[in-house]
């Protein structure tokens, strides 16, 4: 597609639930990263995927999170057991190579009640 | 963690003036990117500057870089309502061990222009 796509936009669930936010890269694009941003801070690295195998998972804050690339393209981010804490914007972000300036989705914004 | 820290968090100029916002970071990079964020959602990147570049231009936006205080600078001339968003950069490290495609952003610095 044109751009980053994420689905949904907002998403709104209840404590202890699971969850599953989808990214659609730019057709193309090897290299695809999920970043959280938290309220009135900057995007943080969760993870980064370069085809269909997880690079470096290293910004994961634990096994409750879990994400996919199955064919190198679309990407689900998985959370179980949702908490108050992972409220958030999730962005999803995608790029030829691993190096460069990266497209951004527009975001799922995720509210644990 | 954030690598980098802009300054000031926010920023009121009129239409028609220069806005100014600044970065630093703490350790070596491979490159520094400017991104612009409209309410809290999708970032649009502005501009990449290298390690080895001092001075970027594009359009009304002019990024500078000094590696030996771990600092840039994007300046906006002109601004315009619509520049009105949050402004962040972000490092990607000195390559090391392949972890050249992380991002570290910053707080980041909320612009508003003034019509």
């Known amino acids: 597609g044109a751009g980053v796509s994420q689905t949904p936009s907002n998403k709104v669930t209840e404590k202890g639930k699971y969850v599953e936010l989808r990214c659609d890269p730019i057709?193309?694009?090897?290299?695809l990263y999920w970043y959280r941003q938290s309220l009135g801070q900057g995007p943080e690295f969760l993870i980064y995927f370069q085809g269909t195998g997880a690079a470096d998972d290293s910004g994961l804050p634990n096994d409750r999170f879990f994400a996919v690339r199955p064919e190198g393209s679309v990407s689900t981010l998985k959370i179980q057991r949702t908490e108050r804490g992972d409220s958030a914007v999730y962005l999803c972000?995608?790029?030829?190579?691993?190096?460069?300036?990266?497209?951004f989705g527009s975001g799922t914004r995720l509210t644990v009640v | 963690s954030q690598q980098g820290e802009e300054d000031p968090q926010a920023l009121s100029i009129q239409e028609g003036e220069n806005a100014t916002m600044n970065c630093s970071y703490k350790t070596s990079i491979n490159n520094l990117q400017w991104y612009r964020q409209n309410s809290g959602r999708g970032l649009v990147h502005l501009i990449l500057?290298?390690?080895?570049?001092r001075e970027k231009h594009s359009g009304r936006l002019r990024v500078t870089l000094d590696t030996s205080k771990k600092s840039s600078s994007l300046l906006i001339t002109a601004s315009r309502a619509a520049d009105t968003a949050s402004y962040f950069c972000a490092t990607v490290p000195e390559n090391s061990g392949g972890s050249n495609y992380k991002l570290t952003f910053g707080k980041g610095t909320l612009l508003t222009v003034n019509p």
């Open positions: 972000a995608s790029s030829k190579t691993g190096v460069g300036g990266y497209t």
């Open positions: 500057i290298r390690s080895n570049e």
């Open positions: 057709s193309g694009h090897t290299a």
